[in-house]
């Protein structure tokens, strides 16, 4: 059984920063991309960022320059670098990883439980 657990959500005022961690535990064989989404009330789950194994990046238009998404792969963790926070990135934050898990040749997508971050002052 694969999981991703996510943690660093908070309460941050306008033009804070805060550092989003999640970690993936079981029988894992690998991980492909790994990446974050979020979902603010009444809208859509929208893509945040992701990197690939090998470091690649891409991230949504909204949070370009202020945002830095990273990864270990020793430890199968992906990180959120989360700057100049505005009130519109007020959302559940959540993990997602790409694993094939040990004994398997397939592929799926897993989910951390979403960590909250309000952007407030």
């Known amino acids: 059984q694969v999981q991703l657990v996510e943690s660093g959500g908070g309460l941050v005022q306008p033009g804070g920063s805060l550092r989003l961690s999640c970690g993936a535990s079981?029988?894992?064989?690998?991980?492909?991309?790994m990446g974050w989404y979020r979902q603010a009330p009444g809208k859509e789950r929208e893509l945040v960022a992701t990197?690939?194994?090998?470091?690649?990046?891409n991230y949504a238009d909204s949070v370009k320059g202020r945002f830095t998404v990273s990864r270990d792969n020793a430890k199968n963790a992906v990180y959120l670098q989360m700057n100049s926070l505005k009130p519109e990135d007020t959302a559940v934050y959540f993990c997602?990883?790409?694993?094939?898990?040990?004994?398997?040749?397939?592929?799926?997508?897993?989910w951390g439980q979403g960590t909250q971050v309000t952007v407030s002052s």
């Open positions: 079981g029988v894992i064989f690998s991980i492909n991309t």
């Open positions: 990197i690939t194994r090998g470091g690649s990046t």
């Open positions: 997602n990883a790409n694993i094939r898990s040990s004994g398997s040749i397939s592929w799926n997508d897993y």
